[in-house]
């Protein structure tokens, strides 16, 4: 089953109720969101952009940025090394500044392509991690992660917008699972996009909210 529950049903079903509060759209105002809606690129950055501002509303979750950070911080970290090899070889004589410089070119080669296989094989498709603490009888954690990709156009049907969701609830620090589920669903660009390109951004996050409610309750896959 999608949601495999390891404690009592009253202790469970109550967590899940105070999960799924504040996941209908939101109230507040919103600026309209407008792309080239023949650009699946745009679409989809559009899309990922209004999932992240949607799931990370403080009713929600609060947003991780590891990967962000991860990837940032290396990029920084070899920008610096050029920098700063650079400027020794500049000032240096250049037959004692050689053995420097090599090393700082390999050390920025190095950075930078783990910069590249990090965001590759370990950051991927991720597009929104989430976690925050609920309370029903004892502090519980819940952690869900989103993937999102781009199916392409085929002759029958538009290219869609493709997302995948895990969820994980415990407590004690993490060492006790009480509940996990993950479910992937996907919608065709032109469900959220008119033909002026502006976005249905309530409609879009009813679709997220259903998905992620549906995760929760133990509906998922």
């Known amino acids: 089953p999608a949601l495999d529950d390891q404690t009592d049903a009253s202790s469970s079903d109550g967590a899940v109720t105070n999960a799924l509060l504040g996941l ?17 690129t745009e679409m989809k ?3 990922d952009d209004a999932l992240k501002r949607f799931l990370s509303r403080p009713v929600l979750f609060n947003q991780i940025h590891t990967h962000t950070d991860v990837r940032l ?11 700063g ?9 250049f037959e004692k500044s050689k053995p420097l410089v090599w090393a700082g070119l390999i050390l920025y080669l190095l950075l930078t392509i783990l910069q590249a296989l990090y965001a590759y094989f370990i950051e991927g498709d991720i597009v929104f991690v989430g976690k925050r603490k609920t309370f029903d009888k004892r502090i519980m954690t819940e952690r869900i992660t989103l993937t999102s990709t781009t ?4 002759p029958s049907s538009p290219p869609a917008y493709t997302l995948a969701l895990t969820y994980v609830r415990s407590a ?13 669903t996907e919608r065709g660009y032109n469900t959220f996009f008119d033909s ?14 259903a998905l992620v409610e549906g995760v ?5 896959e």
């Open 73 to 83: 911080g290396l990029g920084w970290a070899s920008v610096f090394v050029a920098g």
């Open 45 to 47: 950055h559009a899309c």
């Open 85 to 93: 090899t650079g400027l020794y070889g500049w000032n240096a004589d």
């Open 216 to 220: 929760m309750v133990g509906k998922g």
């Open 172 to 184: 004690s620090g993490g060492k006790s699972l009480l509940g996990r589920g993950r479910a992937s």
């Open 24 to 40: 209908g759209p939101a109230l507040e105002p919103r600026e309209v969101v407008k792309v080239n809606n023949a650009s699946v």
């Open 196 to 209: 002026q390109g502006v976005m249905d951004q309530e409609g879009f996050e009813r679709w997220v909210g």
């Open 151 to 154: 199916k392409p156009s085929s």
